[in-house]
């Protein structure tokens, strides 16, 4: 039998999160690029060049996502048959730590 009266307090980041930290990178320069990507002329060699730029700029700010990870967490976490009782503090501490 399994509940949904209680989450466990585990960190969990979704896709969506994890992109959005990724894609926020230096919000001046995004910007300045988004309007530079904008006035160019659509499906130009121009554009494509500062698309990879401002990607690369991205990747300079942090790390990409690695979503194969977190759809596994997340899978992780979405299990409701844990046996929760059965574990000791320190066995759920380190659990939390690897999702």
């Keep these: 039998m399994a509940t949904a009266t209680l989450k466990m307090p585990f960190e969990i980041v979704n896709i ?7 894609f926020s990178g230096d919000a001046k320069k995004k910007q300045s690029f988004l309007r530079t990507i904008n006035s160019l002329p659509h499906g ?3 554009k494509r ?9 991205f990747a300079a700010c942090g790390n990409k996502p690695n979503y194969n990870a977190i759809r596994a ?8 048959d844990w046996a929760f ?6 066995e759920l ?5 690897a999702l």
Excluded: F, N
């Design 44 to 46: 130009s060699a121009s």
């Design 85 to 90: 009782p059965l574990y000791d503090e320190a």
């Design 16 to 22: 969506e999160s994890a992109r959005q930290h990724y």
């Design 49 to 57: 060049v500062a698309y990879l730029e401002m990607h690369r700029m």
């Design 73 to 80: 967490s997340q899978k992780i976490a979405r299990k409701r």
């Design 93 to 97: 501490k380190q659990l939390t730590k």
